[in-house]
């Protein structure tokens, strides 16, 4: 987590699902059963009353694909699509479309924000990419309200956006490890909603997903990062510290969830213990989205013929 002090100023990874009864639901005990709209399954409903994330199977996969070999095959076709889509949205944008979309990622360190970004981010073409993972706030950052870094680093119109960790941080981290006044965080969640949706009105559709892992699941992937000397830089001597503050930081985030789940900008919440479904059910939300904008490319403001015969003649 992304430390930060400033004020208020102004599956296990390869393991594959047998068949049907592979757990994949959002809540524990829910139905298997795939769906055409996974945003409908996934989405923190506004409203609805408190989050309780132990409800939540972080092994489960609703909704999706029989096994992993499947999900992997709609994953890449998926990638093509995307691709497509975003190309069209940066198209439209050289005509004046204003729209951008804005993907933000939070989790519990390990939950793979950084592998959704390689797999998933991976197929938008670089030039139409805005990127920023947030570290722990500069000391420029931390002279001006907290929003102020977010705002320099939304999507232009025509870009996607994608946030690794985000102003969730202000209500996150900031809460657990006591940086602000409890006085101050509390008021944020109100402010990230104001914001948020000033930004839907102007034309940016925001996609935020909260990547749930499990205990067990995050302590194997720490010790999988000290058993190979290649992983060595991604491990963090403060990630065993933070373990002992999971129930803390699992309650932040259900209050987040809660409070912060809009119909302007619902949270959805996906399970992340196994990697190929994690990958395939960010695919899919992002293309049910974009697909929702419908980017089209603009028409040519310029007679095409006249051009053709024109260079037809040089």
Not at 41 to 52: A, E, F, M, N, Q
Not at 186 to 205: C, H, M, P, Q
Not at 280 to 305: G, N, Q, R, T
Request: net charge neutral; glycine share 8%; aromatic share 8%.
């Amino acid at each position: 987590m992304a430390k930060d002090g400033r004020s208020d100023k102004a599956g296990k990874h390869g393991k594959d699902e047998p068949g049907s009864k592979s757990g994949k639901s959002a809540k524990k005990g829910d139905a298997d059963a795939p769906v055409a709209d996974l945003r409908s399954l996934l989405r923190v409903t506004p409203g609805s009353g408190p989050v309780r994330l132990k409800a939540h199977d972080t092994s489960g996969t609703p909704g999706g694909p029989s096994g992993k070999k499947q999900a992997l095959a709609e994953t890449a076709e998926m990638g093509v699509r995307l691709a497509e889509l975003q190309e069209r949205l940066f198209a439209q944008s050289t005509a004046g479309d204003p729209r951008a979309l804005l993907f933000v990622l939070q989790g519990m360190d390990t939950s793979g924000k950084g592998g959704t970004v390689k797999h998933v981010v991976g197929q938008f073409n670089p030039s139409g990419l805005r990127t920023r993972a947030f570290k722990a706030p500069t000391h420029e950052e931390q002279q001006h309200p907290f929003l102020w870094r977010i705002r320099r680093a939304l999507p232009h119109p025509g870009e996607v956006g994608i946030f690794d960790r985000s102003h969730y941080e202000d209500v996150l981290i900031v809460r657990v490890r006591n940086l602000v006044p409890r006085a101050t965080w509390s008021k944020r969640y109100r402010t990230i909603n104001a914001f948020e949706e000033s930004l839907v009105d102007d034309g940016v559709t925001i996609v935020k997903v909260f990547l749930h892992i499990g205990h067990d699941e995050q302590r194997d992937r720490l010790l999988e990062r000290l058993d190979n000397p290649e992983k060595h830089w991604k491990f963090n001597v403060g990630d065993i510290e933070e373990r002992a503050l999971w129930p803390d930081y699992q309650r932040a985030y259900e209050v987040a969830l809660e409070k912060c789940s809009t119909d302007a900008a619902p949270w959805y919440l996906v399970p992340a213990d196994r990697k190929w479904y994690r990958n395939w059910a960010i695919s899919k939300l992002l293309l049910e989205h974009l697909e929702l904008m419908d980017p089209a490319y603009p028409k040519a403001d310029f007679d095409v013929e006249e051009c053709r015969a024109r260079l037809l003649e040089s």
